[in-house]
């Protein structure tokens, strides 16, 4: 439960909800395995202290499962991680393991994910942020802008510093206005924007754009580095 909740809450930002699938008309096993796993789901739950709600007769044919419920933007809900227990196809593939007591036992078999999907899961995260993901996630988290082609070399060798600081960086090498090329980087809801032009160059300084806040001012390269150790990063 706690990684769903980290993944979940903590990098991502969604509420989310919890359901408790119980078995279906349509299922294998005895009522004591039954009995037995879905027991266990519930003392998982509760002992996280994990709020939930039971959804009868909607579990696997082959155990109960504990389904995760992503809420997006729109308030819209999508089941994504899911922990179900089966305890049907150990048996049928004749998995077994030695116990403690030297004996041979069939194991209970746990499928776990926490995305689902992971093509829906992108596609709820798109329209979750629509768009204009956090900094860590952001396919380019900087845009080196060069106001002239006179700056087009401090914009590159900016670029090959932070891709080796793994920053994933591009520089706008059009012949457009500079009002544009920020235009169009806020647009692509790029994170970071960094002005170049001769007092930067000179200075080894860039001038900082961020897209929710604006126009930061001119700064050293040390400077803007520690502006983005301080961004949250579960990836570090």
Aim: aromatic share 10%.
């Amino acid at each position: 439960m706690e990684l769903d909740k980290y993944v979940y809450t903590d990098v991502f930002g969604f509420k989310y909800s919890v359901e408790l699938s119980t078995r279906p008309e349509d299922s294998m096993g005895t009522d004591e395995q039954w009995e037995e796993a879905e027991n266990a789901l519930r003392d998982a739950l509760e002992s996280t202290n994990t709020p939930y709600t039971i959804n009868p007769g909607d579990g696997a044919f082959y155990g109960p499962k504990i389904d995760f419920h992503l809420e997006d933007c729109i308030g819209r809900t999508w089941q994504c991680g899911t922990i179900q227990l089966d305890f049907q196809l150990p048996g049928r593939f004749d998995a077994s393991y030695i116990g403690e007591d030297g004996a041979e036992h069939t194991p209970v078999l746990i499928h776990r994910v926490v995305f689902g999907s992971i093509e829906r899961f992108m596609g709820i995260l798109i329209e979750h942020y629509a768009g204009a993901f956090p900094y860590w996630l952001a396919p380019v988290q900087v845009k080196i802008i060069p106001i002239a082609d006179d700056h087009l070399a401090y914009a590159q060798e900016l670029k090959e510093k932070f891709t080796a600081m793994n920053l994933r960086s591009e520089v706008d090498t059009r012949t457009e206005k500079l009002g544009r090329k920020i235009r169009d980087a806020q647009l692509q809801k790029v994170p970071y924007m960094l002005v170049v032009g001769d007092k930067e160059r000179d200075n080894h300084t860039v001038g900082v754009r961020k897209r929710l806040e604006g126009d930061l001012g001119s700064m050293s390269l040390e400077a803007f580095e520690e502006l983005l150790a301080k961004e949250f990063n579960p990836l570090r």
